[in-house]
């Protein structure tokens, strides 16, 4: 079993996790996130319904997601944690069909 923790960011930074998950025979996914400050409070969050191709799909739309957010509350000094280990190339098209964000 492997032990996974959150780690803060440095004071003066915020820390964006998120994940991405994929169905393979709807082709649908979900995309999350939260921005948290050094003492772990929450600062912001969201979920998204995404169509994807495929898992790294969703993870990188769950990082274009984090940021596009971030940028929009004027957040400027970001850390970013995510648990994909490879980056794939999507394919240009982005369907942000229901996204929730909220503080």
């Given amino acids: ?8 960011p440095p004071e003066g930074m915020l820390k964006l996790n998120i994940d991405g998950s ?7 996914g979900g995309t999350g996130g939260v ?3 050094h003492l772990g ?14 898992a ?3 993870e990188l739309l769950a990082l274009l997601h984090g940021l596009n957010l971030a940028h ?10 995510i648990d994909s280990q490879v980056n794939a ?8 069909e229901a ?3 909220g503080g």
């Avoid at 079993?1 to 803060?8: E, S």
């Avoid at 994929?22 to 649908?28: C, G, L, R, Y």
């Avoid at 929009?72 to 944690?81: A, Q, S």
């Avoid at 190339?89 to 942000?96: E, F, H, K, L, S």
């Fill in 1 to 8: 079993m492997t032990h996974v923790a959150w780690h803060r």
């Fill in 35 to 37: 921005i948290r400050d």
């Fill in 22 to 28: 994929f169905h393979q025979n709807s082709k649908m």
């Fill in 89 to 96: 190339p999507t394919d240009g098209r982005i369907n942000n």
């Fill in 72 to 81: 929009k509350i004027n957040i400027n000094h970001l850390l970013v944690e």
């Fill in 99 to 101: 996204c929730n964000e």
């Fill in 56 to 58: 790294h799909h969703a």
């Fill in 41 to 54: 409070s929450w600062i912001v969050g969201f979920s998204c319904k995404v169509k994807v191709v495929n």
